[in-house]
């Protein structure tokens, strides 16, 4: 008789095999790190000896569920800020405090919270996108459970690298390091097209074929996105996705909510997986996927709880019971959406979803051993019927809680017996958890010191680039004349030129750290442009100078908003101590030298002691290297214009008023 690990017995087992097979009286026979027989309890019970027998009586044994989507640290933020428009939550609260906050002890300590949760509530499979994302892959291999981690990459600054660049470096190690993980899939996840650029997608899409890893994004999450998507870029979210490569590469789409008919062929067609996040796309008032529509068209579909901090929990059996409701309501259909497609949304389906059906999603021989027993036994569970073979989803569907999670077993482990957690320090957990939440709540109470937070109270911002590259000259009447003149010729490539009348008022605090708000009226001329004059409010961090040969190079976070008040409301709702405020006719060329582009600027202030001409040279990226290179051919831009470095001028034009 052969000798097996582990046998689950006398339960209904719910197999979500392509038959649906149902097993009353069931068992399950698990060896190593595999099942090796599902069947009737007694005859596995005569098959096999076992080292461990779990009596699971009054019980249902199901697939481990997949959480198709989250931001597992993110359960340090659950309860911070809500009611709130979806940029206005994630520019206003969450960077600010992740900004601060985020190290790799807070990705730890989040992620340890967030393993514990998951397991007590029958989760065995996650897919995150956050930052730090070692230690995310750390305190998951110490929790014994499975995920695909991705190592967030945006073109903001964020909490673990200060440009893309070095996202892309930090994945690169990541994903190098852990890819022979037996649980562990590591992987790059760019943020979302809002927030990425076509380079950061591209090198995304070459690392995951590199090492044949699924990438990681979010897409078409809010109307707004795919309006401001169509604007930018002539294409849905999706569609642009797809443009850039995305799709060339197994790929996990979180929410596609907004996703129109073409997009879902689109899905449909490149096995694309898509995870919606029922609680989290209502509470932001996103809206509601089309899963029906994702269903009929054959597309990989999943669920996710998204991150705790707009969710607020991880409770995985809620997002089924509200895929489950949705499209009975919306569609006024009460079959729309039977239990057994809403419970298979996180198992089976699920797994195709994240590309790991060959390995998990249902009880069968040969998979791995991610196993989950809920007891049938509560009050909101009694009684349950047999005479349907299918019943038994009514009541995984309509009337289970994460509560009822008994036992959770992962690639063969115990981690959760008559629950209590077997691999986690759950009071160690709560009070690091606590410490760190201490310190977020005096942040968030003085949060009103904050610059970003009081703009974002009253408007969106958008964030630029953030290495800003300039040349400053003081020049002459003459030097005006030659400089137009060379910029039209070789080695220059011309590419517009236009003239305006810029009104900047600055808006600066005795405390540099603050930073400093721009508002400015930009009148255009010899335009038919309806939109001058144009208003704009610049909010400016404190910037790190770095000096080359002749150009400074510049790094700061910069947010840019259409101003939509008086310089009297900004100037008394921010309350400066100090106010600046300088005008200058502007002459801007564009011109691109050795493939890059660069704004030329004639300067002549009409405030202050000295007027100019100015000869100003500009250019932003979101890349170091970019930046670096830029400051070198601005030397060189200098000496084809005949100004000798000995006339530049370090300091931007409000510090020298």
């Not at 964020?158 to 899939?185: C, K, N, Q, V, Y």
């Not at 919306?330 to 797994?351: Q, V």
């Not at 994460?402 to 986690?424: E, F, H, P, W, Y």
């Not at 680039?465 to 220059?492: M, W, Y």
Request: hydrophobic content about 40%; some cysteine.
């Amino acid at each position: 008789m052969p000798h097996i690990d582990l046998l689950l017995c006398h339960a209904t087992v719910v197999t979500m095999d392509k038959s649906g097979t149902i097993v009353h009286d069931g068992a399950v026979a698990v060896h190593n790190d595999v099942i090796v027989a599902v069947g009737d309890s007694t005859q596995l019970s005569q098959a096999y000896t076992a080292t461990t027998v779990i009596d699971c009586e009054n019980c249902a044994i199901i697939p481990g569920l997949i959480n198709a989507h989250a931001h597992v640290p993110m359960s340090l933020l659950r309860g911070i800020a809500a009611d709130l428009q979806l940029d206005v939550w994630l520019f206003g609260y969450m960077f600010p405090v992740e900004g601060r906050f985020v190290t790799p002890h807070f990705v730890r300590t989040g992620t340890l919270l967030s393993c514990a949760e998951m397991i007590r509530g029958g989760t065995t499979t996650f897919v995150d996108m956050y930052f730090y994302e070692e230690e995310v892959a750390k305190a998951t291999d110490e929790a014994g459970m499975r995920a695909v981690c991705g190592q967030s990459v945006m073109r903001l600054p964020s909490p673990d690298a200060a440009s893309f660049d070095e996202g892309l470096e930090r994945a690169t190690r990541f994903i190098d390091t852990w890819h022979t993980h037996p649980r562990i899939t590591p992987t790059i996840a760019p943020h979302a097209p809002y927030t990425c650029t076509d380079e950061i997608y591209a090198q995304a899409v070459a690392l995951c074929a590199k090492y044949g890893v699924p990438l990681v994004t979010h897409l078409s999450e809010t109307a707004r996105e795919v309006d401001e998507s169509h604007a930018q870029r002539q294409d849905t979210p999706i569609g642009y996705a797809n443009r850039v490569g995305a799709f060339s590469v197994p790929c996990i789409a979180a929410h596609c909510v907004h996703a129109t008919p073409e997009d879902i062929k689109l899905l449909a067609t490149m096995g694309v997986g898509v995870a919606p996040c029922p609680t989290s796309n209502l509470k932001l008032a996103s809206g509601v996927a089309p899963y029906l529509q994702f269903l009929q068209a054959g597309v990989r579909t999943g669920l996710g709880t998204d991150g705790p901090a707009s969710n607020d929990d991880q409770d995985m059996f809620s997002e089924i019971h509200l895929a489950a409701l949705l499209p009975k309501g919306l569609s006024g259909n009460p079959t729309a959406m039977p239990a057994r497609t809403a419970f298979a949304l996180a198992t089976s389906s699920g797994a195709r979803a994240i590309h790991q059906e060959d390995r998990i999603g249902s009880l069968e021989v040969g998979k791995q051993a991610d196993i989950v027993v809920v007891s049938l036994d509560g009050l909101h569970s009694t009684p349950h019927y047999t005479y349907a073979p299918d019943a038994i989803y009514n009541h995984l569907v309509y009337t289970s809680h994460a509560s009822d999670v008994r036992d959770v077993i992962v690639a063969g482990k115990i981690l959760l017996r008559n629950q209590q957690l077997l691999t986690l320090d759950e009071q160690a957990i709560r009070r690091d958890a606590r410490a760190i939440a201490s310190e977020i709540n005096t942040f968030l109470a003085n949060r009103e010191e904050n610059l970003i937070d009081k703009v974002l109270a009253i408007g969106t911002m958008a964030a630029s680039e953030i290495f800003e590259v300039q040349v400053k000259a003081q020049i002459s009447s003459v030097d005006v004349r030659t400089i137009l003149g060379r910029l039209n010729e070789h080695p220059f490539t011309f590419v517009r030129q236009n003239s305006r009348t810029q009104y900047d008022t600055y808006f600066l605090w005795n405390d540099p750290s603050y930073g400093r708000i721009r508002f400015r009226e930009d009148v255009r001329h010899n335009t038919t442009d309806k939109s001058s004059p144009y208003y704009t409010l610049t909010l400016t961090e404190p910037a790190v100078q770095v000096e080359h040969t002749a150009a400074i190079q510049i790094s700061r976070a910069r947010y840019t908003a259409q101003a939509n008040h008086s310089e009297r409301f900004y100037r008394e709702y921010f309350q400066p101590n100090r106010v600046i405020t300088i005008t200058k006719e502007r002459l801007r060329t564009h011109v691109s030298y050795q493939e890059m582009d660069f704004a030329v600027n004639i300067d002549t202030l009409t405030t202050g002691a000295n007027a100019g001409p100015f000869l100003e040279i500009k250019s932003r990226t979101w890349s170091r290297r970019d930046a670096a290179r830029k400051a070198q051919l601005m030397s060189e831009i200098l000496a084809v214009l005949g100004i000798d470095q000995s006339r530049l001028i370090k300091q931007e034009y409000v510090e020298q008023v």
